[in-house]
Each structure stands twice: as structure tokens, then as C-alpha cells.
């Protein structure tokens, strides 16, 4: 007998959440956020950090949940075809590893922390720069798309992507709560090498979404 959940075996939920926890903790990077949220609330005391790393993490969660359940409608509106965004998004995501392999994306994440330090701490910074980019950025809402086309079909599959989503999302806010003692135990050089790490299996699963947005349009053995 085969255990469902919501009418899906067990077995294919945990493989799909296992896969799209995968995706979001590569595109989120929450270890890698640590210095840049230590880097955001200077000069805040304690109960304002955590303030603004739990509404940040909110905020974030609430964007991807958006472009969960909406994001097909804008790409329809626009006559964008998934096969298409596919092609796209794979592409964008292999930008993201090819930027963590070689230290760019950090970089880039602490230029977008710095310029909001210097605009009036961009009016709110939890939800810019920590929620949007820096937790929702175009990586999570690409992923969140194509993972929606992937399992969305059904209420278990849009369940097992949120949550995935949540879960990440969630730790980051952890993380955000003990940023100074991660900081301490970590060190820059534990926390790179984990991001480059990331970046080689980030570069793989975006090979295998392009190559499913072009075997879409073309399949296998269809001359």
C-alpha cells in the first residue's frame, strides 16, 4: 500500500519538497545574507533588528507567494509562453551560479546594502533592500515560477513548493536573529566556500531547465 498525501504518494512529495528546498536555499543563500543583514542594521539596538529581520522575511515570503499564484497570469497577459520562461529563467539562474562561483553575487548584494544605507535607509529596509531583492530577488521569483509549473498542478504540489519556500524563508529569519553568533562560529571563509559550493549545484539544476524548456518545444524523437 502506497501512503498518500492529498492524493500524491508520499514518496513523490518528499522527492518534489526535498528538489524545490534544493532550489530555494541555493537562490535565497540564507547563510550568505548573515553579513549583509549584520551589514543593514548598524547602529540598530537589538529589538529593532529583530523587528526588521521578521518583517523582512515576511515580506519576502509574501512576494514569492504572489508570484506563485500570480505570476502565470502576468506571464499570460504578456503572451509569454512557460517553455519560453523555461529557457529564461534557466538562463537568469545560471547567471546567479556563475556570480556565486566567482564572488560576484556577494558583491552585488553589498553594493544594494550600501546604497540603501545612503538613501535615507531606502524608507524601510525590511522591505528594501533585505525583502526585495535580497530575499525575493529575481532568482526566488524565477524559481518560484518555473517550481509552480513543475508541481503546482495539484493542492499537495502548491503546498510542498510554499512550504519549501517557508522553510528557507523561515530559517533565514533565524539566522537574522542570531546574525552576531553565526558571524562569530562561521567566519567570511566557511560562509563563501558554502556559496560557491551552492553556485556548481545551482549551474546544474539551471542546465536541466533549459534543456526542459527546449525539449518542450522541441521533444525527443519529433522530427
Excluded: C, N
Amino acid at each position: 500500500m502506497r501512503y498518500q498525501a492529498w492524493g500524491w504518494p508520499w514518496e513523490s512529495a518528499v522527492d518534489a519538497f526535498v528538489s524545490a528546498l534544493v532550489v530555494f536555499f541555493v537562490v535565497v543563500d540564507p547563510v550568505g545574507l548573515v553579513p549583509l543583514f549584520i551589514g543593514l542594521t548598524q547602529g540598530f539596538d537589538a529589538r529593532r533588528k529583530r523587528v526588521i529581520g521578521l518583517r523582512g522575511a515576511a515580506t519576502g515570503f509574501a512576494v514569492i507567494l504572489f508570484f506563485a499564484y500570480f505570476g502565470e497570469v502576468v506571464l499570460k497577459a504578456l503572451s509569454i509562453t512557460m517553455p519560453a520562461f523555461r529557457i529564461a529563467g534557466g538562463a537568469l539562474l545560471f547567471w546567479i551560479a556563475f556570480e556565486m562561483l566567482f564572488a560576484k553575487r556577494a558583491e552585488r548584494k553589498e553594493r544594494a546594502a550600501d546604497e540603501a544605507r545612503t538613501d535615507d535607509e531606502a524608507h524601510d529596509l525590511a522591505v528594501f533592500p533585505l525583502a526585495v531583492p535580497l530575499i525575493a530577488g529575481p532568482g526566488a521569483i524565477t524559481s518560484t515560477l518555473l517550481l509552480m509549473d513543475r508541481y503546482g498542478a495539484t493542492l499537495a504540489g502548491q503546498g510542498v513548493v510554499l512550504g519549501a519556500a517557508a522553510v528557507v524563508i523561515g530559517g533565514s529569519a533565524l539566522l537574522f536573529l542570531v546574525a552576531d553568533t553565526v558571524r562569530r562560529l562561521l567566519g567570511r571563509t566557511v560562509i563563501h566556500t558554502v556559496s560557491r559550493v551552492l553556485g556548481i549545484v545551482l549551474a546544474a539544476l539551471a542546465a536541466q531547465t533549459i534543456l526542459s524548456g527546449i525539449t518542450a518545444v522541441y521533444p525527443p524523437g519529433v522530427p
